[in-house]
């Protein structure tokens, strides 16, 4: 976090009184806060998913707050739920600003606005259906019936369709999913609401997938109309603990029923009716014959193949088929906390991999041109996926930048293209081909006085065309003095700061206050000699430590910047690694475009 003279002077006054410091806990809390969105951005990724070649994406709608879930209307209106109670519309591409509708809601937890399906009949008459959390008590979830007016909703018009049974304390799986089946009926998810028996009971209708008709009453070919009684008869399939999300196959009307798992593992299950899915019995593969197992099942450990809890489906069966033919009849299935979209072929029940880089994917949507949309909850933003037709010409997504460097230093240009693959790249200097130079980047090892002012670019093609990027200008400079790290006076301590709650050494090795993912400490150390040429960044400035035993450690920069009103002094924020030794003095260096900083000492707790 780049601190101003005005903190470093309060720094000075803080800790000459440490009575203050569960205030000063809770100030740094906020600033850790600031730190973990403006310095590292290790909050949540900001940049676009990771795709297959051949797709790109778009991002639709953002500055959603908290959203839940996603449904098409028939007219081709997205419709996004908000945790918080507003349902909004997004139409031709864009998100209007006035909500369809509002409701109160209890947004504790996981409960809130959960849940959207529109009407078979909607062209006739309009009836849209929610499912939330009652903002009164008792607190339970509900599903109601609102009539659209256009873009609003009909003022008042809110009719009570189901009301589920009362809440405990718990405000955790909640379900909330619904879709209409090709017989006309709304089939709902609903949550074991943390109370594991309520799964394996037809007393309830938590941790179930229910069937009723469109006016909230009981079809009478449900499985267990015979054997439940009351609103329970609505019970269509159990043992599930949270079945966040499922969806139906369009033609052949298969649904498939995404349950979180609680230690082991993630499922999708085969939804059929009067199936009981084992909660809390068993959870994955069981050869038990009293329980369907999934049909997919994956471990609860964040990584490639594995996560933490199954958010979104959805069956790629559009009306116009965009992805090419190996994609129709898949089922793209997303995880909340690894970030990933992946594949699973229904034919033989095996995965593959689709989309990485997702913040918190919640729910997935296929739409009637063929495109998928997924719902990053991580950046309240709803994103298009798409398949172009294959006859794209390469278009420039990012130019080379300027460079300036010193004399003997390296230089790096990169250019980004988008197109039918496969791309080429063909460098010049001063438009004249570069022999050899036949990737997105291009580098000269060593820059020298003669290099100065030469103009760079990049020609990218392909079958369809080519193109030619902005030029970017080499200033070459003379060498500067090399990087020197301020020391207290007449020692070789650093002078150093933890950049998190701004404490001096003895630094710890994880600070409890840092709110970024890796809750790793960060110090902040001051230079002289450090300039950064334009179009660079803190990647050019590089950190390391050495132990006593000359164990040497890389330390990770993560922030490179002249402290305000100081140009003279430039603040270099790294991150310790787990394994520096603990209780110990450890001697820092910076290195600055190959040129080596003196060391410091700073004292690890």
């Not at 063909?426 to 050899?436: A, D, E, R």
């Amino acid at each position: 976090m780049p601190i101003t003279p005005q903190v470093l002077d309060e720094l000075l006054k803080e800790y000459k009184t440490p009575d203050d410091m569960l205030g000063h806990c809770i100030y740094r809390f906020i600033l850790s806060t600031i730190a973990c969105l403006l310095v590292s951005g290790a909050c949540f990724p900001i940049d676009g998913a990771t795709l297959p070649n051949g797709f790109i994406e778009t991002q639709v709608a953002g500055g959603l707050d908290s959203p839940t879930a996603m449904a098409f209307a028939p007219d081709g209106r997205l419709f996004v739920c908000l945790q918080g109670g507003q349902l909004r519309v997004i139409k031709n591409g864009v998100l209007l600003p006035t909500p369809f509708l509002m409701v109160s809601t209890d947004s504790s937890g996981e409960r809130g606005l959960l849940g959207i399906a529109f009407d078979p009949d909607f062209y006739t008459n309009n009836y849209v259906y929610v499912y939330y959390t009652t903002g009164v008590s008792p607190k339970r979830n509900r599903i109601s019936r609102f009539v659209a007016n256009g873009d609003l909703a009909v003022m008042d018009s809110e009719v009570v369709v189901l009301e589920l049974d009362n809440l405990s304390g718990a405000t955790n799986h909640n379900g909330g999913a619904m879709h209409f089946g090709q017989d006309g009926k709304l089939y709902i998810a609903v949550g074991e609401n943390a109370n594991a028996s309520n799964s394996q009971t037809l007393s309830n209708l938590l941790g179930k997938i229910l069937r009723i008709n469109r006016d909230g009453s009981v079809p009478s070919d449900n499985p267990f109309f015979n054997t439940a009684s009351g609103v329970n008869r609505a019970i269509w399939a159990f043992g599930l603990r949270n079945p966040f999300t499922f969806a139906f196959q369009p033609v052949t009307g298969r649904m498939f029923i995404n349950d979180v798992g609680q230690s082991t593992w993630e499922e999708i299950n085969d939804g059929i009716a009067g199936s009981n899915y084992g909660w809390p019995t068993t959870e994955g593969p069981t050869t038990n014959p009293n329980f369907r197992g999934p049909i997919y099942a994956y471990g609860r450990s964040p990584s490639a193949t594995g996560g933490c809890a199954i958010t979104g489906g959805a069956f790629y069966n559009p009306l116009t088929t965009q992805f090419p033919s190996s994609y129709v009849g898949q089922y793209f299935f997303a995880d909340f906390c690894s970030g990933w979209i992946r594949l699973l072929d229904p034919s033989n029940n095996t995965a593959s991999g689709f989309a990485t880089g997702i913040a918190n994917p919640v729910d997935l949507q296929v739409a009637a041109d063929g495109s998928l949309y997924y719902l990053a909850r991580g950046v309240g933003a709803v994103y298009k996926v798409q398949y172009p037709a294959n006859q794209l010409p390469p278009s420039i997504s990012m130019h080379p930048l300027d460079q300036a460097v010193a004399e003997g230093q390296t230089a790096t240009f990169n250019v980004s293209a988008t197109g039918s693959t496969p791309l080429t790249y063909q460098w010049q200097s001063n438009g004249v081909n570069i022999n050899s130079a036949n990737t997105s980047s291009y580098t000269i090892s060593t820059a020298t006085l003669a290099d100065h002012g030469a103009r760079f670019r990049c020609v990218v093609s392909n079958a369809f065309g080519s193109v030619s990027s902005s030029e970017a200008t080499l200033t070459v400079t003379v060498a500067l003095p090399a990087p020197m790290l301020l020391t207290e006076e007449n020692t070789e301590r650093a002078i150093a700061l933890d950049s998190v709650i701004m404490m001096r050494d003895p630094f710890p090795l994880v600070t409890i206050l840092n709110l970024s993912f890796d809750q790793r400490t960060r110090v902040m150390l001051f230079a002289i000699n450090v300039e950064l040429m334009p179009g660079e960044n803190s990647s050019v400035v590089t950190a390391q430590a050495e132990d006593s035993q000359h164990r040497v450690y890389q330390l990770p920069v993560e922030f490179v910047g002249k402290v305000p009103d100081f140009n003279w002094l430039t603040q270099v924020i790294v991150k310790l690694p787990d394994d520096l030794p603990h209780n110990e003095d450890v001697r820092v260096s910076l290195n600055l475009r190959g040129v080596t900083s003196n060391q410091a000492l700073i004292k690890i707790k």
